[in-house]
């Protein structure tokens, strides 16, 4: 995969077209927009603080390098040169170099027109061209639409840890772990 190398125009259920590309460091700004937009809404992320520029340009930077090495799978949908949805999978280290550490997370307003299915299919099809055997991801256990999700793309149930994170409003929430084996 190539920096900004153009993946697919998928139109969703709702007629909307998004572009699926690779990203670049250019998309910084559009990066910090999004994550900031996940803080703001209090959905099920890590991330619980805003970033600044110089914190989102040290994660795209970092990120590029992994694109560019072939150790991250990196997919970004965009509607109106907005970023609305990013979906990743980082490669293990060492003996783990077959495994891959799946993310993804779409802007609300842009949810359940298909956009995640998409981008799951595109992702899995990469990871399995790129030799990737298993992805792992995890998922917060009050996530419904995101284990419907995993669960409709095969993800089975590795184990679940309790009160992983908390989370504003909600208290604390456990953690599901889930894989997928692509290839023996």
């Known amino acids: ?20 590309r690779v990203p670049t460091l250019e ?8 994550i900031n937009e996940l803080v703001r809404e209090n959905t099920w992320i890590e991330e619980n603080k805003e970033q600044t520029y110089e914190s989102e340009e040290a ?9 560019v090495s072939g150790n ?11 970023l609305v ?22 802007l609300n307003g842009y949810r359940d027109a298909g956009l995640g299915t998409e981008l799951m299919k595109l992702i ?11 992805i792992t991801l995890g998922v917060y256990g009050d996530n419904a639409r995101a284990m419907h999700l995993y669960e409709k793309f095969g993800f089975v149930k590795a184990g679940i840890i309790p009160k992983y994170a908390y989370f504003e409003g909600k208290g604390f929430v456990d953690a599901i772990t ?3 084996i692509l290839q023996e």
């Open 124 to 134: 899995l099809d990469k990871a399995k061209e790129a030799g990737y055997r298993i």
């Open 85 to 106: 949805a990013d979906a990743d999978i980082i490669r293990g280290h060492g003996r783990a170099f077959s495994t891959g550490s799946f993310a993804i997370a779409v």
């Open 59 to 67: 994660y795209m930077k970092d990120k590029i390098e992994k694109i």
């Open 27 to 34: 998309d910084t700004r559009e990066y910090l927009n999004f």
């Open 1 to 20: 995969m190539e920096e900004g190398e153009i993946i697919e125009e998928f139109t969703a259920k709702d007629g909307r077209s998004f572009l699926i």
């Open 72 to 82: 991250e799978i990196s997919l970004a949908a965009f509607y109106n040169g907005k």
């Open 178 to 180: 889930l894989y997928k």
